[in-house]
């Protein structure tokens, strides 16, 4: 079975500020995506930045990047510069090719102070 | 592009309805998800198709819970007969393949009253 874990229910941060949601898994696969999803007040689910488990690079995405540490199944999101309009739930999943499921966690709730 | 289209928005009904949720996935995706998001339970996978194709029902609750998807553009999750258990925001996503990233519909707000 595979396992999304994001142990922090809210965080805050002062608009400009830098940010970092946590997010740890478990999966026994060795070839897997984890993805980083925004859902903002409107509801929509919005892709935010993807990380191939096979490249040791993080990957980035403008102002956001993330910190995969493949060896402690870490997969943290960092918003720098945060902005009003980064205010969402932030959700940490995890997709296995072993059942072709993508497993989410619970969520973060993220407030941007102005 | 059109994204992932989903209606109703949002759906009150009284137990013991039928409700039917349609989804139009983005063109060319060959694979299709519908999930429901509650507060206690976050985002569970309740059943995905390839080609039109369910290949796995086992998030489905129970029986009261069905999905079609008769062609490649249009998919439908019913419940029947509905339960206040089963308020909650049901969303559909597509994608081009299993390694692709998902794209979400705005998702459906159910209230069973």
């Known amino acids: 079975a595979q396992t999304v874990t994001q142990s922090q229910p809210e965080m805050s941060v002062q608009e400009a500020e830098t940010v970092t949601l946590s997010c740890t898994y478990d999966t026994s696969e060795s070839d897997y995506y984890l993805f980083w999803y925004k859902q903002p007040p409107s509801r929509q689910m919005i892709l935010v930045i993807r990380q191939e488990a096979y490249k040791q690079q993080n990957a980035t995405e403008n102002r956001f990047s993330v910190n995969f540490q493949k060896a402690a199944k870490s997969f943290s999101l960092k918003i720098s510069d945060s902005q009003l309009g980064d205010a969402a739930m932030y959700f940490c999943a995890l997709y296995t090719g072993a059942n072709s499921k993508l497993t989410f966690g619970k969520g973060i709730t993220l407030s941007v102070r102005p | 592009d059109a994204g992932v289209i989903q209606s109703p928005r949002h759906e009150v009904t009284e137990m013991g309805q039928e409700v039917t949720l349609r989804c139009k996935p983005i063109s060319g995706h060959d694979y299709l998800f519908w999930y429901r998001q509650t507060m206690m339970r976050g985002l569970e996978l309740l059943i995905y198709f390839n080609n039109n194709v369910p290949i796995d029902d086992s998030g489905m609750p129970e029986d009261r819970f069905s999905a079609k998807m008769p062609n490649a553009s249009f998919s439908t999750l019913k419940i029947q007969p509905s339960e206040p258990r089963d308020s909650a925001v049901y969303f559909c996503?597509?994608?081009?393949?299993?390694?692709?990233?998902?794209?979400f519909g705005d998702g459906t707000r159910l209230s069973i009253l």
């Open positions: 996503a597509s994608s081009p393949s299993v390694w692709e990233p998902q794209h």
